[in-house]
């Protein structure tokens, strides 16, 4: 009982650390008037809610979170990213999750990279887009192992709100391999990002 006592309170401090993180950036976003031109493109950094469904061999599970979890262990993996805008038009997006639980004395450590390149089809204001992605999951503790790679794609739409937030609505597609062999990743999601 002790454990899961830990494990609850290891899961509320990243959960209540994320969100004062998310609250900080989308104040700052908000409140902090970039010094550029409109039309050239800044970066972008944020992270997302949202709901992710994981089905594999006929069972399915659901993960609703803020921020949003990616990849087959969806729970323990909320997404950070980057987006730097190659031109206008084109982003290309790095995202990373890392989190560590521990629990009777054994530790288990998570780590998500993906990598995401995407079209804007109206830059410098509100737009649809599309994107392609490659991502990596890694999740290690006890002397073991499970790792595997994923590819798919995200439709959305980006708002711009004082051309300090970037807000996305979107929907992915992902499939996993190797240990994750024959797993389906769908997610909905809100992503919040301050354009700097």
């Given at each position: 009982?002790?454990?899961?006592?830990?494990?609850?309170?290891?899961?509320?401090?990243?959960?209540?650390?994320?969100?004062?993180?998310?609250?900080?950036?989308?104040?700052?976003?908000?409140?902090?008037?970039?010094?550029?031109?409109?039309?050239?493109?800044?970066?972008?950094?944020?992270t997302s809610a949202g709901v992710t469904i994981i089905s594999a061999f006929g069972d399915s599970d659901t993960h609703v979170g803020i921020p949003g979890g990616v990849g087959p262990l969806t729970t323990f993996s909320p997404?950070?990213?980057?987006?730097?805008?190659?031109?206008?038009?084109?982003?290309?997006?790095?995202?990373?999750?890392?989190?560590?639980?521990?629990?009777?004395?054994?530790?288990?450590?998570?780590?998500?990279?993906?990598?995401?390149?995407?079209?804007?089809?109206?830059?410098?204001?509100?737009?649809?887009?599309?994107?392609?992605?490659?991502?990596?999951?890694?999740?290690?503790?006890?002397?073991?192992?499970?790792?595997?790679?994923?590819?798919?794609?995200?439709?959305?739409?980006?708002?711009?709100?004082?051309?300090?937030?970037?807000?996305?609505?979107?929907?992915?597609?992902?499939?996993?391999?190797?240990?994750?062999?024959?797993?389906?990743?769908?997610?909905?999601?809100?992503?919040?990002?301050?354009?700097?």
């Amino acid at each position: 009982m002790r454990a899961v006592a830990r494990a609850v309170r290891s899961l509320t401090a990243v959960f209540s650390g994320t969100v004062v993180g998310l609250v900080l950036v989308c104040a700052a976003a908000l409140t902090s008037e970039p010094a550029r031109a409109q039309d050239t493109p800044g970066v972008e950094i944020g992270t997302s809610a949202g709901v992710t469904i994981i089905s594999a061999f006929g069972d399915s599970d659901t993960h609703v979170g803020i921020p949003g979890g990616v990849g087959p262990l969806t729970t323990f993996s909320p997404i950070l990213y980057a987006t730097i805008f190659a031109t206008p038009s084109v982003m290309v997006e790095p995202q990373i999750s890392v989190s560590s639980t521990s629990s009777s004395g054994s530790t288990l450590t998570f780590l998500t990279l993906v990598g995401q390149v995407g079209y804007l089809f109206r830059p410098g204001e509100a737009s649809p887009y599309m994107a392609a992605s490659g991502a990596f999951q890694r999740v290690s503790g006890s002397g073991s192992s499970v790792s595997g790679p994923g590819i798919g794609g995200e439709i959305g739409y980006r708002f711009i709100v004082k051309s300090a937030l970037g807000i996305r609505v979107n929907g992915r597609y992902r499939r996993w391999f190797s240990d994750f062999s024959d797993t389906n990743e769908i997610g909905f999601g809100v992503a919040l990002g301050a354009i700097l």
